[in-house]
């Protein structure tokens, strides 16, 4: 399984994958294949290939809502900031709920260690955290709703500013499959000039950005009723043709310092 790719019907073959399904509480996922479930899970595998699920690291979620892997890194991880204009915007009354700012343990998949999740309401264009202080960053499908290709770049490159040298960030977005156009999605272009350039950020692999051509030839069709068809991977939005990608970017590290002390300088949480 590579780590930078299109959802894929063949990641469903790994014993690993399927695995970090069951521990995010969505066995169900195993039989009945969603992108959204591939995201979480395919993130969490790709962090671990990496090696960056350390006891030590901190990690940011960035249009985090109430998903379950910022619960899930909570328990693997020193510490995971969650943040989303909760309350706010399209989302308020069910991704991102006024409520988790209060009382994330609500809306909890599985038990957690609640003093290592940090939810706080921020916007993804505007990170307010100093510069290289999070281990992890991760954002998954939220870039996407941030505004436009020109928020999104700005938002690449807040999340950018604040991973540390030699840190990692795990982004999942809408990829175009059929050459339409789209002010919030992405052509594999676009991936390049919107997301990836922009952010001074390297992939740690090529995109494979490959699908089943099955499904490609029967995208779920978004104007009718999708619920509870499966595999739902390849969608079709008016025009245009689209399923999720998934990059692991890294930030360039130059400085030659250890991780202990790149952390020395900032914990977001004890120097709030």
């Known amino acids: 399984m590579g780590l930078c790719k299109a959802c894929h019907t063949d990641d469903w073959e790994d014993d690993s994958f399927l695995a970090i399904l069951d521990e995010l509480d969505l066995s169900f996922g195993r039989q009945y294949k969603h992108r959204k479930h591939w995201e979480f899970a395919k993130a969490i595998w790709g962090l671990g290939k990496l090696g960056c699920l350390t006891s030590e690291a901190l990690a940011l979620g960035v249009g985090a809502g109430k998903e379950h892997v910022a619960y899930y890194l909570a328990n ?81 490159q807040e999340m950018a500013r604040v991973l540390r040298p030699g840190g990692t960030l795990a982004l999942t977005t809408e990829l175009i499959l059929n050459g339409a156009s789209h002010p919030d999605f992405f052509l594999p272009g676009e991936l390049e000039t919107v997301l990836i350039w922009p952010s001074g950020l390297d992939l740690v692999e090529p995109l494979d950005l490959r699908v089943p051509p099955a499904l490609l030839d029967d995208p779920l069709d978004m ?50």
Do not use: W
């Not at 989303?84 to 909890?108: C, N, R, T, W």
């Not at 309401?121 to 505004?147: N, Q, T, W």
């Open 76 to 156: 693997k991880l020193g510490r995971v900031h969650a943040v989303d204009i909760y309350g706010s915007g399209d989302f308020a009354q069910s991704d991102a709920p006024a409520e988790m700012l209060v009382h994330p343990e609500k809306f909890a998949p599985f038990g957690y260690r609640q003093e290592r999740l940090i939810v706080q309401y921020m916007d993804g264009r505007d990170l307010k955290y100093p510069a290289d202080c999070f281990d992890i960053v991760f954002s998954l499908s939220s870039i996407e709703h941030f505004g436009g290709h020109t928020a999104a770049t700005r938002a690449m």
């Open 223 to 272: 104007s009718s009723d999708i619920s509870g068809r499966f595999p739902h991977i390849v969608l079709k939005l008016g025009s245009v043709v689209f399923t999720s990608v998934i990059m692991f970017l890294q930030k360039p590290d130059t400085s030659g310092r250890s991780g202990a002390e790149k952390r020395g300088a900032y914990e977001p949480g004890k120097n709030r």
